[in-house]
């Protein structure tokens, strides 16, 4: 049973950073990828940022390039999160996908399994 346990939410100023963290457990198979994604009360889950387990390809939404950043280390994918603003206030999910996404990397539907999600309030 493959399992992806979120941690690493909180509270934080507009400007700061914060680090989440993913990790995936009871895979059998090697997979394609991890993705970050959020959802903002009111709106649809939308793709942050993923990388590729094969060749450490990313990719990132326009709405955090050059402030987030993802990097994977072993079965541990995290979510460097500089800059915060108080639109990137959400509920934040990891997601694995077991083959490479046709969309881009950013599309959940591409996506097979998903954590419980943490959140994120950037909030003065």
């Known amino acids: 049973q493959v399992q992806l346990v979120e941690s690493g939410g909180g509270l934080v100023q507009p400007g700061g950073s914060l680090r989440l963290s993913c990790a995936a457990s009871?895979?059998?198979?090697?997979?394609?990828?991890i993705g970050w994604f959020r959802q903002a009360p009111g709106k649809e889950r939308e793709g942050g940022a993923c990388i590729s387990r094969s060749d450490g390809r990313k990719y990132y939404a326009d709405s955090v390039k050059g402030r987030f950043a993802i990097i994977e280390a072993k079965d541990t994918a995290f979510l460097l999160m500089n800059s915060l603003k108080p639109e990137d206030t959400a509920v934040y999910y990891c997601?694995?996908?077991?083959?490479?996404?046709?969309?881009?990397?950013?599309?959940?539907?591409?996506?097979?399994?998903w954590g419980q999600g943490t959140q994120v309030t950037v909030s003065s």
């Open positions: 009871g895979f059998t198979l090697d997979y394609y990828g």
């Open positions: 997601a694995l996908a077991w083959h490479k996404p046709l969309g881009g990397g950013l599309v959940p539907a591409e996506y097979d399994y």
